[in-house]
Each structure stands twice: as C-alpha cells, then as structure tokens.
C-alpha cells in the first residue's frame, strides 16, 4: 500500500511539472519590465511579435520566450488558459478582446506607439501617388475624422462611410487583409467591416475604383501585394517596418496604432 501511494504520488508530481512546462508561469505581471522571463503571447507576423522577438534577442527580456499563434483571439484564449504569461497586441482589438473575456485587463502604460498605413507594391508608385492624394483629402474633408470617431472614439453621432451615389467605376482595387481586428476588420453578419474597410472603399471611390476584399492569414499579406497577383494593396492595422520596407511600400500614415500588454486580472 505504502509503495501504491508513493507511486501515486510521483506520478502526481510529473503531471504537475509536465503540465507547468507546457504553459504559463502564473507569472504576476504589472508593467512591460515584468515581461522580463515570461510566456508572451502574440499574433504572428504581427509587430507586436516583430517587437517582442527583437527585445528578447535584444536580451532586454530576459529569458523570456515568444509563442506565435495564428490569430489575436487564439493569443488571448491562451493567456485565459494559462499557457502563456501575457498577450502583446494592438491597443483596439485589446479594448474588444478583454470587453468580451472576463478576466483580462490591459495594462495602463503602452508597449511601443506606432502609425498605421496602407501597403503596396514597389512598382506601383504610381498608386502610391494616388493613394497619398486621396488619402490626403479625405483628412481635409474630415472622412477620416468622422471614421475614426465612429470606429475608435465610439462618437454616437458619427456613422460609418456610404459611397456617393452616382460613381462610374472604372476597374477594381483588391484590398489585402486578415479580418480578425477590429474595430479596423471584422465580420459582422458574413461582412468584412470597419476601418480600415470603409476607409479604402472612401479611397477607391476618390480614384473611381470598386473595393474587393480579400481575407487571408495575416502573415501572407505582404507577399499577397509583393507578388501583385492576390491583392493592389492592402490595409490591415498595418505599421511601417524596416522589414516590410524591403518588400513593399506605404502610402502616408492615416492612423496611430498603440501595442500594449494584456494579462489576467
């Protein structure tokens, strides 16, 4: 009976241990230093995951180890399961995320700030061009204004963008993007919405051009407008990076996007 128990035991003890090493360290995390040796969850390709890679190559997180998962929510399913320690993602998708997860918070002070833009090929300056003209008069006209009041500031007298009647279009403009971000791209009754959305269509309308949507993993959308094949451009709560800037070119900044920390409560 003693040695049934003492087996019993011992095999408690390496449940125990083969459990605590595939997930979290129930690590007590309440600022960006606490990272420092910690499970960091992320959504790959992201800059949320550029940034924390290059910090712990850096050596500035300590052992902290990065664990990539295909979409924001899968990151912050993990954090709530304990395998991961802390979720590092956009400040918007965080604010939807942990509306709809009880017990999650995001912490107060940012991981890094960082403007958004719109991607295209290297070749097509000639969109680029386009797209920085358009885009600058839908900040003159206050488009943009009213969008991102509707859609981040939650303004209850700011709606969404309705085309002009009366537009001939001349060709269309595939758009590249992962719709598991809002409140820049989402689904909403089988429908890709939000910002980023409705701000290209206002830019596609400015060039006369119909909008088509293309839904991808986030990690193929810079190839999708490098190769020019699957998408013209592409917006998706995208940041200008060294790395993407090898492969593909941005238009001017339209939105300022802000990383921050997310963990339990």
Excluded: H, W
Aim: include cysteine; charge should be negative.
């Amino acid at each position: 009976m003693k040695l049934k128990r003492m087996l019993a035991g011992a095999a408690a003890m390496v449940l125990a241990l083969s459990l605590a090493s595939c997930g979290g360290s129930a690590k007590k995390i309440e600022s960006a230093d606490d990272l420092a040796d910690s499970i960091i969850g992320v959504q790959g390709g992201t800059t949320g995951s550029i940034y924390i890679e290059g910090d712990i190559n850096d050596g500035l997180l300590g052992k902290a180890t990065l664990q990539e998962f295909k979409s924001g929510i899968e990151a912050v399913t993990a954090l709530k399961q304990g395998k991961v320690d802390a979720v590092v993602i956009d400040n918007e998708p965080a604010k939807v995320f942990v509306e709809q997860n009880k017990g999650l918070k995001i912490l107060e002070a940012p991981y890094i700030v960082e403007d958004y833009a719109i991607a295209v090929a290297k070749e097509n300056s000639e969109l680029k061009d386009q797209m920085n003209q358009a885009i600058q008069e839908l900040k003159n006209d206050g488009t943009l204004d009213s969008l991102l009041d509707y859609y981040i500031n939650k303004n209850e007298n700011a709606k969404p963008y309705t085309s002009p009647e009366g537009i001939q279009y001349d060709g269309k403009l595939v758009m590249a993007t992962n719709a598991q971000f809002p409140p820049y791209e989402y689904y909403e009754n089988e429908q890709i919405m939000g910002l980023d959305v409705d701000f290209a269509r206002a830019i596609c309308d400015k060039l006369g051009k119909e909008l088509e949507i293309a839904d991808m993993d986030f990690d193929s959308i810079i190839t999708a407008v490098q190769s020019g094949t699957k998408a013209d451009f592409a917006a998706a709560g995208l940041t200008v990076t060294e790395d993407r800037l090898k492969n593909v070119d941005f238009t001017d900044s339209y939105a300022t996007g802000v990383q921050v920390i997310i963990v339990k409560e």
